[in-house]
């Protein structure tokens, strides 16, 4: 059974400093993985996606990496801002038909970026 | 405006008093699901629907059922809800291999 584990669950930075967040799965047999930000009270929001054929995806400050081989993706934020301070979820959906839906979440990291 | 909307929003209810908590999407998309997401466990899958009449099991389905009779809805039912199943649940449309998520019911059972 493939376990999604982000460590720290926790990051408190002051503003200006990078971000990196961790991912890590189980089962190297994946389709693709996405990250998530969710603010309090609110639902997801889906923010990078990578396939399992690609390394990395890149959108403004945002980059994610992808190493099958070794279970792992990290999600880097450049220059944090206060506005970044959100929990953020990774998840990563099964090699199988017609399964891209069938997402397993990590239990997310708490990020409060200070001014 | 591309939405995912759930109602209710809030629901305070009674051990064993049927509830349906709807969810529909007005992207057109085929996939739809719930999660459930409650403190130190995360994110988890109730049910999933690749598209109309076509359901399947998530991580955990015991007490829920669902039904997909068109592609804009996907309502979660609790037969017979128990205080367990207190917690906050999420629907979710999809489309290209991502998900939209909607704002969440924050559901508990008394």
């Known amino acids: 059974k493939q376990e999604v584990t982000q460590i720290p669950a926790a990051l408190s930075v002051p503003e200006g400093e990078n971000l990196v967040l961790n991912c890590s799965f189980t089962d190297s047999a994946i389709y693709n993985l996405q990250w998530f930000r969710q603010d309090p009270g609110k639902g997801l929001t889906s923010l990078l996606l990578?396939?399992?054929?690609?390394r990395e995806q890149t959108s403004g400050r945002l980059n994610a990496s992808l190493d099958k081989s070794s279970g792992r993706s990290t999600l880097y934020i450049a220059a944090s801002q206060p506005g970044d301070s959100a929990t953020y979820l990774c998840a990563v959906s099964p090699w199988a038909t017609d399964s891209w839906g069938k997402l397993q979440f990590g239990a997310g990291t708490q990020v409060v970026v200070t001014p | 405006e591309a939405q995912v909307t759930q109602n209710p929003r809030y629901l305070i209810t009674v051990t064993g008093k049927k509830l349906t908590v709807t969810c529909s999407q007005n992207?057109?998309?085929?996939?739809m699901s719930w999660y459930r997401q409650d403190p130190g466990l995360g994110l988890r899958q109730i049910y999933y629907?690749?598209?109309?009449?076509?359901?399947d099991k998530g991580d955990v389905p015991e007490g829920y059922k669902v039904s997909r009779k068109e592609k804009r809805n996907f309502p979660l039912i609790l037969e017979s809800p128990s205080p367990n199943q207190t917690s906050l649940y999420f629907c979710?449309?999809?489309?290209?291999?991502?998900?939209?998520f909607g704002p969440g019911t924050r559901l508990t059972v008394l």
């Open positions: 629907s690749m598209n109309v009449e076509v359901t």
């Open positions: 979710a449309s999809g489309g290209d291999n991502t998900q939209y």
């Open positions: 992207m057109n998309h085929e996939y």
């Open positions: 990578i396939q399992s054929s690609q």
